[in-house]
Structures are given as C-alpha cells and as structure tokens.
C-alpha cells in the first residue's frame, strides 16, 4: 500500500498529555482502545487513563491474526496472515479520543495499526482510509460525510443455542409517533448524550421496520467520519443497555424484513471552502470534479458492493424495493439507487448538497467502507470520467431491455457474487495493497463458505448480535 506514516516514531506526546488531561477534567478514568476488524466487528482493549500517553507512544499488543478473524469468531488465513507470531500495535488517535456521556467513566479512542518498528501495518483499515483521504488532499478535496445509521432496539431473550427472538421496542406504525412513544424514554437518554459529548444529533426517527430506529449526526470532515461512527455505536449501545435494551446493527434482524442500512453521505469541498456537488455545470448542478468523482465511485459499485454489504445476510437485506439502493445507478433524490444524490432544499444547496451511498450495511467496516469509496472517487478523478443520465424511477418498474440500454443493472444479489466482482478489481487491489485486499478476500470467502447454505433464519440468529 502506497501509506503514510504513522505517528509512533515521532511519539506525537504533547497531544497525548492534553488529551489526558482534558478527559481526566471531564471525569474519564479508563479509554477503550476500539479497532474495526476486516469481519466488521469492532474490538476494544481497555486502559486506565493513566497509560494513555504511553499507550499513543508506544501502543497496545493486538495479534495480526485479529486481519483474518471471522464474524462467528473463526480464524482463517491468508497469503500474508496466518499463525500465533507476531505483534502489532494500536495507537490511539488523541485528536479523536472523546468522553462518552453514556458510559461514566469511559472515553472511546480510535486507533491506527502499527508494527513493531513504528511504520504502518498494512492490513489497518483505518490506515488505508487515511491513506485513500490523502491521495485525495493531494487532489485539493477534502471529505466531508457522516454515516446515517439504522438499528433495531428490543429485549434480548436469554442467550444460548436456542435464543429465541428478541421482543421489538416497538411495532410501529412506520415513522409513526406511537413508535416514538414507546421508547421515548430511551430517546431522550440517546440525544442527551449525544449533544453533551458534542457528537451531536441530526436527525431522530422510527424507522420502517419492528423495532427499528435511525440516527443520523452532523459530518465530520475525513476519518472523522468513520471514527464518529465507532461513537455512535457504542453510544447507542450503552444507552439501550441502561434503559434494558439491547441493539442490534445486523444487516437484517428478522429473516424476510427491511434491514437496517447504513448509508455513507459524502460531499467533497475544495481549498477555498465551496462544496462542490453544488454550484457547477454538471448534472444536476455537480461541478466537474464532483462528476468524476461520483462516476468513479459508480463504476467500482459492483466491486465496492464485498466491503458494503459484506455478509451473507447483508444479501436478505439489498433487496428491490426496501430503499437499500440494490441498483447500480444514480438519480435525483432516487432511493432505489445505490447513489441517491441529495441536492437539499434551495437557499440551503451550499451546505447540504451530498452524495448518499445508500448499498451499504452495518456490517460494513466504516474505515474499508471510505477508504474504498474515496479511492473510486479518485480513480473516477483521475480518468476524468463522465456520469450517464440519472435515473428518476424505480429501476424494477423499467422494462429490462430498457434498463439495460441505460447501463443500470442490479449490484451482486449474494457474498459469493460480491467477492467475484472485488477479486476483479485491480483498482481496488493497488489501493488497499495485497495484505489488506488478500485478508479482506479471505475472510469473505471463509464466511461465503460457513453460511451461504444455511437456512436464511439461522444465518440471520447466528449474525443478529455481533456488529
Ligand atoms: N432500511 C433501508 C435500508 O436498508 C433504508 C431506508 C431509508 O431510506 O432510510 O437501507
Ligand atoms: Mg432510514
């Protein structure tokens, strides 16, 4: 992988020490160190406060074979990664280390991959969406986008082999203000912690499904946008625990019913600070780049669909007609498109016009998820690419020959036709380089092969609580 440096050689100590400080003035007395494996599942190792600045000098242990884990907690290997051997370290990022409101006492710290002499792993996703975002710098574009994160909320039935389903918080109407009703208590819990631990709250709603609901937090600018997302999850999750819920981020909680997406809104803004998916003369009022970019990221959709939707179940959910963006097109506002442009109401364009990747799960790993957008983006960049017409219906309800002539088709329809389409991709494969694109692949097949025939209600049971 073409990657950056990472901090430890140069020891990066002062913002350490004031980052210590400040969370130990806000009553922070341990941080969970929070790393998202290829698998999607996130990882913590925890320290007290007091080893912060020698942990973002030196890091924390984490074995390489955590590359090559899968969802169900089983190892595989791949070309590069395989075995007992060998260390690397997690560095916690001081600049996005933050206090969370939720869970007294508890900070929550991103972390980048090193090895053992300070120089960048290269199976670290956070690593390579850094990496990806520089190339992007290098472009004169800065990232702007933030993660609208869907959930389902119930009781757990005591866990076992023979878990029964949970019970949904509640059971609708879709949208409806009954459904508010009924966990509104946990409700004000959530934004509360959310405004005062300064994430912030967009957006607060029902959702269609049993159960479920959906947040959505202002951007953040680069890996700020991934890391975010790392706090909105555990936020979630210690609020649904204090208020006896459990949550669930799994692509599809019931087996047959709309899933739980996970849509990446992106825009791109130049060095004089204009957002360039507005104001241009391009479609719909894109600028040049803004086009390249986005025609960019609509080629590799096929290829990118392994890292969105990257489990078998993640299948049960891209799925025609639930607004999971199952068709590799783009359109005004379209949300059957995997690209759905958001152009925002008139008098607010400069601010809100965005790209939503809307193909894209909560077992996606948010590090790989941008990394591997942005480096479509880029590519698109690059060979000046052009979008086709948007398309303004419901792909399904256009004829198939018409749909073809319009270049629209559907994205993969299972894992195993996903990692067909990424093991393709050279363009993929020279960004992420080969230990992280091999390792990434190999914990794909490894899943495709443990889960792909079996029952879709035991796939979904097996995967319900692990994001
Ligand atoms: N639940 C839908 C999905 O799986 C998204 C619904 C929406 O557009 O918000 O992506
Ligand atoms: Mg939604």
């Known amino acids: 992988m073409a990657s950056s440096r990472g901090r430890s050689k140069s020891g990066g100590g002062g913002e350490a020490a004031e980052t210590a400080r400040r969370l130990a003035a806000s009553g922070v007395e341990a941080v969970a160190l929070a790393i998202v494996i290829n698998s999607g599942v996130t990882l913590v190792k925890t320290i007290p406060l007091r080893r912060f600045e020698e942990a973002a000098r030196f890091g924390i242990g984490l074995s390489p074979v955590f590359t090559v884990f899968q969802v169900d907690d089983q190892i595989t290997s791949s070309p590069h990664i395989g075995g007992p051997a060998g260390d690397t370290r997690l560095m916690p990022d001081p600049a996005q280390t933050i206090g969370l409101a939720a869970s007294p006492g508890w900070a929550l710290a991103p972390v980048d991959q090193l090895d053992q002499e300070g120089d960048p792993y290269p199976g670290c996703p956070r690593t390579f969406a850094r990496t990806m975002l520089e190339r992007l710098a290098g472009h004169g574009l800065e990232l702007r986008g933030g993660f609208e994160i869907e959930f389902f909320l119930g009781h757990r039935a005591t866990p076992g082999p023979d878990e029964a389903d949970p019970t949904p918080a509640h059971t609708g109407p879709a949208y409806g203000a009954i459904a508010l009703a009924d966990v509104e208590p946990f409700a004000t819990a959530l934004i509360g912690a959310f405004e005062a631990q300064g994430t912030g709250v967009m957006q607060f709603h029902p959702e269609y499904s049993t159960g479920q609901l959906e947040l959505s937090v202002p951007h953040g600018v680069g890996i700020a946008a991934a890391d975010t997302h790392l706090v909105v999850r555990h936020t979630i999750r210690a609020v649904a625990r204090t ?84 068709w590799a097109c783009w359109g005004r506002e379209n949300r059957e498109a995997a690209l759905r442009f958001v152009t925002g109401m008139v008098g607010s364009r400069p601010e809100a016009a965005n790209l939503e990747v809307k193909s894209m799960d909560p077992a996606a790993n948010p590090y790989l998820a941008l990394g591997a957008i942005v480096a479509a983006g880029i590519d698109g960049l690059d060979r000046e690419l052009s979008l086709p017409q ?23 329809d299972s894992l195993s036709a996903a990692i067909r389409e990424l093991e393709k991709s050279s363009m993929l494969r020279e960004a992420m380089g080969d230990v992280l694109f091999d390792s990434f692949l190999a914990t794909r097949r490894a899943e495709r092969d443990v889960f792909e025939d079996q029952d879709p209600e035991d796939v979904v049971r097996v995967h319900r609580w692990r994001y």
């Open 243 to 326: 208020h006896d819920y459990t949550a669930s981020f799994a692509p599809v909680v019931f087996a047959g019913r709309v899933g739980n997406g996970n849509h990446l809104h992106l825009s791109l803004w130049d060095r004089k600070g204009k957002n360039l998916f507005q104001g241009g003369r391009g479609p719909e009022g894109m600028t040049r780049d803004a086009e390249a970019f986005t025609a960019g990221v609509l080629e590799a959709l096929p290829a990118l669909t392994a890292i969105t939707a990257p489990s078998v179940p993640s299948y049960e959910r891209l799925q025609p007609h639930r607004w999971s963006g199952p």
């Open 390 to 412: 948007p398309v303004a219906d419901d792909p399904a309800s256009i004829p198939a020959r018409t749909r073809r002539s319009l270049g629209v088709s559907r994205l993969p």
